[in-house]
């Protein structure tokens, strides 16, 4: 069972370039949500999506757009790319029931760095 | 303002020993849970424990337990026996109510955890 999974786990870009993150999840979770992790921050939301076609702001949404087309899928793309958005990304899953007692569901992380 | 805070970057433990790591939190909401996670160099993040607000009882989960203070607004994690491979980093996480009645996790900075032999 594949659980969460993210796509590329690596990227290098250049200030300026665009790219879209993949996130796909098969527990047909209702919620999910990006993250991002920097040094001494812990994890910040950026986008989360409580349904498909739904899609709302977090902590740090400035930069980032999402998509949720299909139930199974959160895109989270970069339109202009900045060393800023340097960071480790985390895509994460949980059931409609909320996360009251349910942990989320991480994906294994996207590496992004922009030079 | 901060609503998790971890106040230990680092931590040591000797192999086979007990460690506690801190915890504390702010929320004036009177339902709400407490995670902790553990990501390891590889970079994963694995859900260790849970704490509901109402539990009576704190939370154990094999070699972890929770120390839950209510009134001190705590949820300090116990790892007895300390193993080589719990060796990583470890986030707190609290549930706080998103609008729509939805809900999100937030995270403490972390706290990074190395098993001496």
Redesign the interface.
């Known amino acids: 069972n594949a659980g969460v999974t993210q796509t590329p786990k690596f990227r290098v870009l250049k200030t300026g370039q665009s790219m879209t993150l993949l996130c796909a999840q098969d527990m047909n979770h209702e919620y999910m949500y990006w993250y991002r992790q920097d040094p001494g921050m812990g994890l910040r939301l950026i986008h989360y999506s409580v349904g498909e076609g739904t899609t709302a702001k977090g902590e740090v949404p400035d930069g980032y757009n999402v998509s949720r087309l299909k139930k199974q899928n959160f895109l989270l793309g970069l339109e202009s790319a900045a060393p800023s958005q340097t960071s480790v990304y985390f895509c994460a899953s949980s059931p409609q029931a909320g996360i009251y007692n349910s942990p989320l569901h991480f994906g294994n992380g996207t590496r992004l760095t922009v030079t | 303002a901060q609503k998790?805070t971890q106040t230990q970057?680092g931590m040591f433990v000797q192999e086979k020993e007990a460690v506690t790591l801190d915890c504390t939190y702010d929320t004036s909401d009177p339902?709400y849970?407490l995670?902790w996670?553990k990501q390891p160099s590889s970079?994963?993040?694995i859900?260790l424990i849970?704490q509901?607000s109402y539990d009576q009882q704190n939370a154990t989960e094999g070699r972890y337990s929770l120390n839950f203070q209510k009134a001190r607004k705590s949820a300090n994690l116990v790892i007895s026996a300390s193993q080589l491979g719990d060796s990583a980093m470890y986030?707190c996480?609290m549930?706080e109510p998103?609008?729509?009645g939805?809900?999100?996790?937030?995270?403490?900075?972390?706290t990074r955890l190395a098993v001496h032999p």
């Not at chain 2, 939805?102 to 972390?110: D, T």
């Open positions: 998790i970057p339902s849970g995670f996670y970079g994963e993040m859900f849970y509901g986030f996480a549930r998103l609008s729509g939805y809900n999100k996790l937030i995270f403490g900075a972390g």
